[in-house]
């Protein structure tokens, strides 16, 4: 079974502009997250969407908007890029909502310039 | 908001030695987990803490959650090598991890 996948792996963009990032949950799981990785820090909680609904949305600014499909599979947007979002963006899935483990991606490297 | 702390911040043994991370929660936690990053790499999920004064062991790895469910804290006995990483403990929030800030551990062989 595969894992979960996020693309890209690593993407460049310019200040001002705006991103999309994809995540493909583990089958069968109906839980994806979203988190942001400041090199040196823990994950940080951007987004929880379980059955296409979201359930949790992190201290984040409103450039940030993601969503579920019927398939589960995500998208994270990012629109007015900051310098300081660059980061390493993770996205986790899960059987259920809470209190399970957390199977993480690979991540998007996404650097701002 | 809730808070997790996590501490030291880096830790370098010599292969043999022990090891011990500690994590507190500004709140009363449901549940703790543990996940292990390897330097460039993604969380790997570790384990699940549920129970006041629960203590479970994996090898050499013994996890253990207070009884006030506010701490946890991670041994790891005789370190290898292949230990290096940063070990998180995570709060969790009805599905929303809130993170330590990690102890990366570095083990000189």
């Known amino acids: 079974d595969a894992g979960v996948t996020q693309s890209p792996t690593h993407l460049i963009k310019t200040r001002g502009q705006h991103v999309t990032l994809r995540c493909s949950p583990i089958?069968?799981?109906?839980?994806v997250s979203w988190y942001q990785q400041v090199l040196g820090q823990g994950p940080q909680f951007i987004f929880q969407?379980?059955?296409?609904?979201?359930?949790g949305r992190g201290n984040f600014p409103d450039r940030f908007s993601a969503r579920q499909f019927p398939n589960y599979s995500s998208e994270l947007n990012v629109n007015a890029l900051l310098l300081g979002d660059s980061a390493l963006y993770l996205c986790a899935s899960s059987l259920i909502s809470g209190g399970t483990e957390a199977f993480f991606g690979q991540g998007t490297r996404l650097t701002v310039v | 908001g809730q808070q997790v702390m996590q501490i030291p911040q880096y830790q370098h043994v010599q292969e043999g030695e022990d090891f011990t991370t500690y994590c507190n929660s500004s709140t009363t936690l449901s549940n703790i987990q543990w996940y292990k990053q390897r330097p460039g790499g993604h969380p790997v999920f570790l384990i699940q803490l549920v129970k006041s004064g629960e203590v479970k062991k994996q090898k050499r790895l013994t996890f253990q959650f207070g009884e006030a469910k506010k701490n946890s804290s991670l041994h790891i006995t005789a370190t290898q090598t292949t230990d290096v990483g940063t070990y998180f403990c995570?709060?969790?929030?009805?599905?929303?991890?809130?993170f330590g800030q990690g102890t990366t551990l570095q083990v000189k062989p």
């Open positions: 995570a709060g969790d929030n009805t599905g929303k991890l809130i």
């Open positions: 089958s069968g799981h109906k839980s």
């Open positions: 969407y379980y059955e296409k609904e979201e359930r």
